[in-house]
Structures are given as structure tokens and as C-alpha cells.
């Protein structure tokens, strides 16, 4: 398990790595970036600001997904050893 997510946080640093460096066209990121905005219901970025919020997104996600795995490994070891 723990591999894994390494894995997954290796993979989506070195996305946003080749976002944030122009490796990657902004074709391979707009999309998602539009989809993202208009699920939440913000307002779209400007074109020149898709590639920052891009990486935005991304370390919040991986925050965020850490976060919580965090979290439910320390509340289930509590439990478990009650």
C-alpha cells in the first residue's frame, strides 16, 4: 500500500513538473482544468494562467488525498490497539 502511493505521488509530481516547465502542450491540461473550474462553479482562468493553476490543482489534490490517507492510518491504529 504504501509503495503505491508513493507511486501515484511520484507520478503526479512529475506531471505537474512537466507541466509547470512547458513540457507539456496545454492541450494536455486545459481540459481538465475547464472541467475542474466549471464542477466547482469558479470562473475559468485566463489562457495564459492555465499551466499555475494546473500545478494548483494537482498539489492540492496531493495534499489533500495524503491528508486524508494520513488520517485514516493514524485513527485506524488508535482503534485497533484500544
Do not use: C
Not at 516547465?21 to 482544468?33: I, N
Not at 495524503?66 to 490497539?81: A, C, E, K, W
Request: proline share 5%; glycine share 8%; no cysteine.
Amino acid at each position: 500500500m504504501f509503495t503505491l502511493i508513493v507511486v501515484l505521488n511520484t507520478v503526479l509530481v512529475l506531471y505537474a513538473a512537466g507541466i509547470a516547465s512547458g513540457v507539456l502542450p496545454p492541450k494536455a491540461y486545459s481540459g481538465a482544468v475547464s472541467v475542474l473550474h466549471k464542477i466547482v462553479g469558479i470562473t475559468l482562468p485566463l489562457p495564459g494562467r492555465e499551466r499555475a493553476v494546473a500545478v494548483i490543482w494537482i498539489a492540492s489534490a496531493i495534499v489533500i488525498a495524503d491528508g486524508i490517507l494520513f488520517l485514516m492510518i493514524v485513527l485506524t491504529r488508535s482503534v485497533f490497539q484500544a
